[in-house]
């Protein structure tokens, strides 16, 4: 297996999952390839890192007149694969994968398109400016034609179902959960006059974070001492600041903005508990997928508080490693962490649960061991992902 590993930014601070997905693959990849590479010429390990985008400005010119090959070095990624031998393309995002559709189609190398949300939303629009349509209206017929040539990887039953609620052919779909690290120890939970809570992710509308402000604010009118932590840049920023301002608890409210990784750390260790307030976007039409940031609080041995939406419920066992609420009740939200704030013990047992969970069902180990089941089997099994 000699893979070509595609990715649209090479440095890019979000997206430490792809890297670690590197790591698992070790020299199996010959070639990592990226729209942008931030100057890099080779990873850490001396793979050769490989630039396609043709233009470092003006990009997106490119695509809104329909001409996403002429954006890109085709024809020499080409001629990469055919000198370094490459068997597998393992290609990130549907709708990067797209941009090289033909080398998917006539190359005789297995594709393969990781999907990690926003590409697998077929009715997605921009927050700014609202309600603009993000995808073409051939956007899915595209993804189709594509999926003949290729197979699709979701990071959750919940992507996998859409993926064939739009027409993707099961037989193309293959499901693989994202792995995180656990700490050595999972947090123990003390009795404490004040807790705090943290919400890490873009602020965006699918996240809810103005409804987590919102709750907050109710569980402190209910009795709850605390402060909330929200780390995180996005469209929903400034509505986060004004429901602060609003808040009779804003002295307790911090918006941090976007953080590096190491003081993002640093706020979920001190945390006592991770809440996030997934629902529909009202604007954007979005919905979380997965949701690492879940994932690595409960790494930690965080409780989580957040809503049965997407792919959430399929980290958070509800009263297990936390707590599920219906999206859009605040109310809910606010009597969960209400409840949490006022039992140590509760803490403890709900944060061991999930720090446990991680282990067994969201390591890197399993995470990679799957990922090369995925790329080794010639003829995957079909998805028996239901679609609702």
Known sequence: MRVLFLMPNYRAYSEPWMHRMLETLGDRVVLVAAGDTGGASATDTGTDVFEVNRVRRGRNVFRKLGLPNFAYRISELRGEIKQRGITHILCH??????????????????????????????????????????????????????????????????????????????????????????????????????????AVGRLIDCKGPTLTIRAFDLACQQGMVGELIIIGNGPEIDACLQQKKTSDYAAHIHILGSLPGAEVSKHLESADIFSQHNITGPVTHQIEAFGVSILEAMAIGLPTVCTRSGGVPEIVVDGETGFLGTPASVEEQAASLLRLAKDAGLRNRLGLAGYERVKSHFSLKAEGERLLEILSNEEPEPSNISVG
Not at 116 to 128: I, K, N, V
Not at 133 to 154: C, G, N, V, W
Not at 181 to 198: D, G, R, Y
């Open 93 to 198: 995002y549907g709708v990067f994968a797209l941009d090289f559709e033909s080398i998917f189609q006539t190359s005789a190398v297995k594709g393969f398109v990781h999907f990690h949300g926003y590409d697998a939303m077929f009715d997605l629009r921009s927050a700014e400016p609202p309600h603009k349509r993000i995808h073409s209206e051939d956007y899915p017929a595209r993804l189709k034609r594509l999926s003949s040539k290729s197979t699709f990887i979701a990071n959750s039953d919940f992507l996998a179902s859409e993926l064939i609620r739009h027409g993707i052919s099961p037989h193309a779909v293959q499901k693989k959960y994202l792995g995180v690290v656990p700490a050595n120890e999972p947090k123990i939970h003390i009795e404490k006059p004040a807790i705090k809570i943290v």
